[in-house]
């Protein structure tokens, strides 16, 4: 599809596209208010009025300023919408509604907005949310890098679980559902030229199917933790300090691709600290690892997931990694923002 607004006169965002006015109006109502057609959008209201079923409510946000704003295996738009539906699918709830808002720098090509509201379109099709409200802001030139786009989302839990920190017990075994480093490192490789743009792709997908799945299948999850900035490292390393246990991991257990593992050689990032954005840790019994290893198999034959080590409770709050040469370590979480500008 084309971009809905004329570019023989606005080929361009202009600061009369935030300014309230006729302009800004045709934006909404061309781009955003078509690529994101429901019902609760239609009326036209400052805030939409939605029907929530009675019980547990989630409710998240999150912000996307991520450079450059495509890059291989995604682009900014889709990213929006699966990094909220994911933070909504890993506290086990069910996603219904999206928000997005949207800051724009003055001279911004108004094609390529339209292909970022196409591919946030085309996401929260996929994901089965629908985007119900939304903002529109225009900065001046040199305020903002092109866009940034915030989104909140809302999802419903309809199970008796508690997906937390707070459930974890002796034992656990950890998941993850396939392997690590490839979102950072593409979008670093893409932003720097480092020639890995055909090799590495990001990993930005949605995680709220494969969730639904395990819940389904009374898979008796304790917690769920998507792996985003900070990597596996800072994804552990924060459930370990919020259960008051410590995570054994097993560093052969980790898949990390022979790209990921190149990238990191040539820049001396730690694959572990590497963001993903369609990558999740999960704890359970150790009983139940082997079928839920077979159920995330059955869901994604190329993604394959990995049980990667244990819980204990020793009066510690860490994570520790043996090498193959049984050589044990901690994992410390990052310190600073080794790839900034990646999310």
Not at 107 to 114: A, H, K, R, V
Not at 150 to 171: A, C, M, Q, V, Y
Not at 203 to 216: C, K
């Amino acid at each position: 599809m084309q971009c809905p607004v004329p570019l023989d006169k606005y080929p361009h965002i202009q600061l009369a596209h935030g300014g309230g006015g006729k302009l800004m109006q045709d934006l909404v109502s061309n781009m955003f208010r078509a690529a994101f057609d429901n019902a609760h959008l239609g009326g036209q209201t400052d805030s939409a009025v939605l029907d929530i079923p009675a019980g547990r409510t989630a409710f998240t946000t999150d912000s996307y300023v991520v450079s450059p704003l495509f890059f291989p295996g995604g682009d900014i738009g889709s990213l929006a919408v699966y990094g909220t539906v994911n933070d909504l699918a890993t506290s086990g709830a069910n996603p219904l509604y999206l928000s997005a808002g949207f800051i724009i720098e003055e001279g911004f090509s108004m094609e390529t907005l339209w292909k970022i509201t196409q591919s946030m379109a085309e996401a929260a099709k996929e994901t089965g949310v629908m985007v119900v409200t939304g903002d529109t802001k225009v900065v001046e030139r040199g305020k903002c890098d092109g866009v940034y786009i915030n989104t909140s989302g809302i999802g419903t839990i309809e199970h008796d679980l508690d997906i937390s920190p707070r459930s974890i017990k002796e034992g656990d075994a950890v998941l993850i559902t396939g392997d690590i480093g490839r979102h950072g490192s593409a979008v670093m490789s893409a932003r720097e030229h480092l020639g890995f743009e055909g090799g590495i792709k990001s990993d930005s997908a949605p995680l709220a199917d494969m969730v639904a799945g395990l819940i389904e299948a009374e898979i008796d999850i304790h917690c769920l933790r998507d792996l985003t900035r900070g990597g596996l490292a800072a994804a552990l390393n924060e459930i370990a300090s919020a259960a008051g246990c410590s995570i054994d991991i097993v560093e052969s257990a980790v898949p990390v691709s022979r790209e990921v593992s190149a990238f990191c050689e040539i820049t001396g990032i730690d694959a572990y600290h590497i963001a993903n954005e369609g990558r999740m840790a999960i704890f359970l019994p150790h009983e139940f690892a082997e079928d839920c290893l077979g159920l995330l198999i059955e869901r994604d034959k190329i993604n394959l997931p990995s049980l990667i080590g244990r819980v204990i409770f020793d009066g510690k709050s860490r994570v520790r990694i043996e090498n193959p040469y049984g050589v044990i370590r901690i994992l410390d979480i990052p310190s600073g923002e080794l790839l900034p500008r990646i999310c």
